[in-house]
């Protein structure tokens, strides 16, 4: 093992080292939050794709390949085609309206500022739970290479994270990202997909070895498919972590088919993670957790040094989105609720260097308070699903709607928001936090009080649509030092 310590090793102290680099390039906001909104079609792509392939998709889609087969590539296959919805129809006007949140688009579509505080509530709960998520399967990770406990694995790996966050920002991160992604494709796809699948004797032997639904499209079951269709491919279009993401492109091209190979490339994970699971059905058929697939084929199946390539490449998921869930809840924290109090109480605004190290502070705040959540927290499904039922019940429909419906109203907005949020909450109490029913109809009622609000309202102020319009355009930039890019 010591071999795959030492991979390890340096590849955490690689980690920190581009923290420190990226430190030099974040001097000013634009730079700190969304890498100076500079990214190429390679470097975005590969970092969309990094931050989306987390822990769940990697440790988790191995996990439902083992317990259903090929059919348990549904979650990070949906996953994928969520990305290609968001690239292809979403992003570029995404990308041209120049802000940092979710909460700031809100307030420039509907004005008034009254839909962004409240929005950006549930989007910080939905960051502080992804990034928590995240966070606890560093305690599988590093149990596996140290036998390590929990608490202090969990501290160690969210420390990691949290230092070179701190330290560069969104530029660290990107950095980092592509790293990461470069990793899991070679961890993953080429060294242990193929060593899976000979390890188990081939498909035939797969074949022959297992019940027929393993090799099911649609085994995992209609229900569940639709299911992770409302939970995760609408929680691509409108979640803070991967918006923050396209704020970094360098212009709509990129956004559109930088975003489209991303998702495109999901879709190559998402069958790859049910192979190796269902490889792990065959040589190991009484796991006591599916969730324990990935690591025990790793563990057991290949040799010293490839060993610690894969699970570098499983430390990469679970870091990408780690840290994208981390500087996403930081933003939020900062920009739509910390600076919204402050205006209320009549502070004076922060200078740009202020800014930086303004929101340098939010990352570090908001990871000591990931890490302690994290260790106190056990149950990963159970979190993940609480954020994306509030992200999704509260918050698609009044995004989606001001990005495709002008008769939206604010009040309907605020309606849509926190009737859909309260019938989530109040659905889950009902019939518990696993159960589908919660974001069925709080999305149902989420859609009916902005409908029938929004009708019954005034019609957004004209003024307030011009501006939206200027700014979907790509007319109005975000500081004067950050003129309109020319179209591409």
Known sequence: MAVDYTVIVVYLAGMLAMG????????????????????????????????VLGGASTIGGVGLGYQYGLSGAWMVFTIGLGLLALSVFFSARIARLKVYTVSEMLDLRYGGGRAGIISGVVMWAYTLMLAVTSTIAYATIFDVLFDMNRAVAIVLGGSIVVAYSTLGGMWSITLTDMVQFVVKTIGVLLLLLPIAVVKAGGFGEMKAQLPTGYFDPLGIGGETIFTYVLIYTFGMLIGQDIWQRVFTARGDRTAKWGGTVAGTYCLVYALAGA?????????YPKLGSPDDAFATIVKDELPVGVRGLVLAAALAAVMSTSSGALIACATVANNDIWSRLRRIGKAAPSAEHDEVKGNRAFILLMGVAVIATAIAIDDVVQALTVAYNLLVGGLLVPILGGLVWKRGTVHGALASVVVGGLAVITLMATYGILANEPVYYGLLASLAAYLVVSLATPATDTAVLAAWRERLAGRSPELASEPVAAPQ
């Open 275 to 283: 192979v190796i699971g269902t490889a792990a059905k065959v040589l």
């Open 20 to 51: 420190w680099w990226g430190m030099r390039r974040a001097r000013s906001k634009s730079e700190f939050l969304v890498a100076g909104r500079r990214l190429g079609p390679a470097m975005y792509s590969g970092t969309m794709a990094a931050i």
